[in-house]
């Protein structure tokens, strides 16, 4: 089965130095929450962002969401034929379970992921539907244990997307950044066996998830 990953994605709850910055604070008392509850939004947060590390590729949940519907709406997920991952810049892994029907809200995914970070599952009928777990990329490689793993960057080969669908067989794992500017960490490119460009500019990644999986939908059920 492919594997999509959403890899270094700008998820995270509101790090330990930042929590007492007057405006996560003033955030936080809105949503009648803890600083350390709540999500890391540049939108909310971005005095507080200000210098820290890996700034451009933090605080930008939005970005995540639109990359997780599109990837969990298409028949290639609700047909279980592809096994979704989101890794985090923080190195934590949400797993999605069948049929997972994420919000549309962004007020109420963001509602959804911060109780996913408290409670760890999030579980109806005894199935679980949401996991997170402390993890890395590299040890979610391994547990995934692809026979090849395509990426998308600016820095990579120039192709097409109907030519990358083509290479992808069963057992590939996809990985595209879920982060807003930047490129992989060299950790994560270097087990990259093939890293792609799909043209000069550079775009956002549900864009990317989108067209991607498309192509490949077209691979198989067309």
Not at 28 to 42: P, Q, V, Y
Not at 102 to 123: A, D, M, N, W
Not at 197 to 214: D, K, M, P, T
Request: charged fraction near 25%; aromatic fraction near 10%; proline fraction near 3%.
């Amino acid at each position: 089965m492919v594997s999509l990953i959403l890899s270094e994605s700008a998820l995270e709850l509101v790090p330990s130095e930042l929590k007492h910055h007057p405006s996560v604070i003033s955030h936080a008392r809105r949503l009648g929450k803890h600083t350390s509850e709540i999500l890391l939004d540049n939108s909310w947060h971005f005095a507080a962002m200000k210098g820290i590390k890996n700034e451009m590729k933090r605080g930008r949940p939005d970005l995540v969401h639109f990359s997780i519907l599109e990837a969990t709406t298409i028949p290639l997920y609700l047909q279980n034929k592809m096994k979704f991952f989101v890794h985090t810049i923080d190195d934590k892994v949400l797993y999605f379970g069948q049929n997972v029907h994420v919000p549309k809200s962004y007020h109420r995914f963001e509602g959804l992921i911060e109780k996913l970070y408290q409670e760890k599952k999030i579980t109806t009928d005894n199935d679980v539907l949401l996991e997170i777990k402390e993890k890395t990329f590299l040890e979610l490689l391994d547990e995934i244990n692809p026979s090849k793993v395509i990426g998308f960057s600016t820095k990579g080969t120039l192709s097409s997307y109907e030519k990358i669908a083509a290479e992808i067989s069963d057992d590939t794992c996809i990985v595209i950044g879920g982060f807003q500017k930047g490129n992989f960490s060299d950790l994560i490119k270097n087990r990259i066996d093939t890293l792609n460009s799909i043209g000069n500019e550079s775009f956002e990644g549900h864009v990317v998830v989108a067209r991607i999986l498309y192509e490949y939908e077209k691979t198989i059920f067309m």
